[in-house]
């Protein structure tokens, strides 16, 4: 099945400063590949998504990478900002509604 | 709220003792899926339906955990004989399967204590 692995587990930025997020999988048939947002005690919440028909794809301060060859993909936030701080999940999907495979996480601080 | 809703939002039960959760998917939504999320690990999935039929479940899956969703729209998921390890946030999401459109939304979660 697939594997999902995210790197770093922790990152703390300073307010501004730019954070980057990987994962790689190991499904080659995974083509959809989203980022959730869960802040403390809320539900996870879909931030942005790519498909591997796309190499990059951009929404205002959030972008996301995608190397098929590699089998990595990557989130870039810029100019980050204190609500920013939240565990970043990556995950990946065959696509068509079938099941997210998870990252393990990430705990992004952005610090004044 | 027209998003995933469910029932209850905290449950604290005896070992031993069976428990059953309540998930209303968003209501065009023809895809449901249960994850288990424990405490700093991503969700892991569990099982997932499309309309009433269940279409996968995960190899990790006990038998003391089962899901229906009867008539295509709310889903309930039982474990029976709770242990503390079934300790965790269970999750469900919904989504519309219709061609490339695959975004999960995510319910706000149901989270078991096991004492």
């Known amino acids: 099945g697939e594997n999902v692995e995210q790197h770093p587990s922790t990152l703390s930025v300073q307010e501004g400063d730019s954070a980057v997020i990987k994962c790689t999988y190991s499904?080659?048939?995974?083509?959809?590949f989203p980022w959730y947002k869960q802040e403390l005690g809320k539900r996870p919440q879909l931030i942005i998504d790519?498909?591997?028909?796309?190499g990059e794809k951009k929404d205002q301060r959030i972008a996301v990478t995608l190397n098929k060859t590699a089998k990595h993909f990557s989130l870039h936030i810029t100019e980050t900002q204190p609500e920013d701080s939240a565990v970043y999940f990556c995950?990946?999907?065959?696509?068509?509604?079938?099941?997210?495979?998870f990252g393990t996480g990430t705990q992004l601080k952005v610090e004044l | 709220d027209t998003g995933v809703s469910q029932d209850p939002r905290h449950k604290i039960t005896k070992r031993g003792q069976n428990v059953t959760f309540r998930c209303d998917p968003i209501s065009e939504h023809n895809r449901l899926y249960w994850y288990r999320q424990t405490l700093g690990q991503g969700p892991e999935f569990l099982t997932y339906?499309?309309?009433?039929?269940?279409?996968?479940k995960s190899r990790l899956l006990s038998d003391r955990f089962s899901a229906e969703r009867p008539k295509g729209s709310f889903s309930t998921l039982e474990i029976q004989r709770t242990e503390q390890g079934d300790s965790a946030m269970y999750l469900c999401a919904s989504s519309l399967a219709q061609g490339m459109n695959t975004e999960a939304f995510f319910g706000q979660g149901t989270r078991l204590t096991v004492v």
């Open positions: 790519i498909r591997s028909n796309v």
């Open positions: 339906f499309q309309n009433e039929a269940q279409l996968e």
């Open positions: 995950a990946a999907s065959r696509g068509g509604g079938n099941k997210l495979t």
């Open positions: 499904d080659s048939a995974s083509n959809y």
